[in-house]
């Protein structure tokens, strides 16, 4: 199960304060590693300000269903509000691993630097297809009882 929240960021909030909201929705009451959340704050601002979470989510995976957060940026961001919708569990709980989307250009910096300090956030490429239609291609590639009709055949 998926579970989806729109955060809105810039000029609602501040890089930074994007993602102290993100780090506050997740973590709670025996989060796990919160520390490296926190070492991971000027990474993930940069990423927040170069607005690749309004097209890719950043995806925690751990306790619970899975969570997908969203950025919204400009004059939505000011319509939405700072509002944000509390979640019913907590998803650093436990084992817990964050995928946060970046572009080709900084990528490796980011790899690096998040390696040093926060080895729980795995980056991706913001160009890549998402994990979870990755990862239910292949579930469904696996299954014998499914019949795929490839629609684009040409032919």
Known sequence: MRVR?????????????????IIDLITGSGSVDVKQLRDASGVLASIITDEHPSQKAITVEGVG???????????????????????????????????VPCDEENISWVKSALAKSSPRINVFDVQEEERGKQEEAISVAKRTDIVTVDWELKG
Request: proline share 4%.
């Open 65 to 99: 269903a899975q969570l997908r957060v969203y950025c919204v940026y400009g004059m939505k961001a000011l319509e939405e509000g700072k509002k944000v919708d509390s979640l019913t569990w907590n998803p650093t709980a436990g084992d817990w691993t964050m995928h």
């Open 5 to 21: 929240r729109n955060l809105s960021s810039i000029p609602c909030r501040s890089a930074s304060e994007t993602w102290q909201e």
